[in-house]
């Protein structure tokens, strides 16, 4: 991928190149720590001395309620929200305490914000974190419509008219990462394009889009796990040439909240 062989764009309202996601701590990094990394500003694997997979443990969350993203804005005075359609059997399993809470999921609750739902999801006021709905559509409810990653983007470039921060997560990437069956990759890649379509054509003159990734994944199937590559940071508006000076991730947060 040339984002990670060192070829920059970097133009008037447009910035692509390739940062450090995992700085602090040998191995290959998994996602826990590196989210925490990209939304507190705070490297993560250097104040635990190691890398942490998956889901926060003590430590992170004490880190991501004083730092949060979310809350940081929210203490600003100005308005966030996480984009995402929650179903409610996650918020049930995580109180039976069969499933764990993600780092965006603690993050969304240290700034105080309303997590969205199913009814948001049909209305077009939240997506899916598939892109195009499927996964809600097979296994929660076959009464929310399949849609294009297109139409997907025009509806978040829609919900950041209301906002001044709009985060939206697609872990669909890392899955097909793992499982490294290309038709299914391909096919991602090019939503994954359309969803970044929509959003560029429907969003306002003042609105800044930022592509993140926490770690490398998809770009090296040799072993189907995390890769120890740079990972890409896009961003497409006003404030691009922000992060001009940006090289690793815990560095982003200081440009979006300077």
Request: one cysteine or more; proline letters at 4%.
């Amino acid at each position: 991928m040339p984002l990670i062989r060192g070829v920059d764009v970097d133009r008037p309202k447009c910035l692509c190149k390739g940062i450090d996601a995992h700085r602090g701590a040998d191995g290959i990094p998994p996602s826990a720590t590196d989210q925490s990394s990209l939304f507190t500003e705070k490297n993560a694997s250097k104040e635990l001395g190691y890398h942490l997979p998956a889901f926060s443990n003590e430590r992170l969350i004490a880190m991501i309620k004083a730092d949060s993203i979310f809350k940081r804005v929210r203490e600003r005075g100005l308005q966030a929200t996480f984009a995402n359609a929650y179903r409610p059997l996650y918020f049930e399993q995580v109180k039976a305490r069969t499933y764990q809470m993600s780092v965006t999921t603690q993050c969304v609750l240290a700034g105080g914000q309303p997590f969205r739902g199913i009814k948001q999801l049909r209305k077009g006021k939240a997506l899916c974190w598939d892109m195009t709905n499927q996964e809600f559509n097979a296994n929660v409810d076959s009464t929310v419509p399949i849609i294009d990653s297109w139409l997907a983007g025009k509806r978040l470039a829609s919900i950041s008219k209301d906002y001044n921060l709009v985060v939206y997560e697609t872990f669909l990437t890392v899955l097909l990462g793992h499982s490294r069956v290309m038709e299914k990759i391909e096919r991602c890649l090019k939503d994954l394009d359309q969803l970044v379509r929509g959003v560029i054509g429907s969003k306002g003159d003042q609105t800044s889009i930022i592509l993140i990734s926490d770690c490398g994944n998809i770009e090296d199937l040799s072993t189907g796990g995390h890769a120890t590559n740079q990972v890409p940071l896009c961003v497409v508006g006003p404030i691009a040439n922000r992060f001009d000076g940006v090289a690793l991730i815990e560095e982003i947060l200081d440009v979006i909240l300077p």
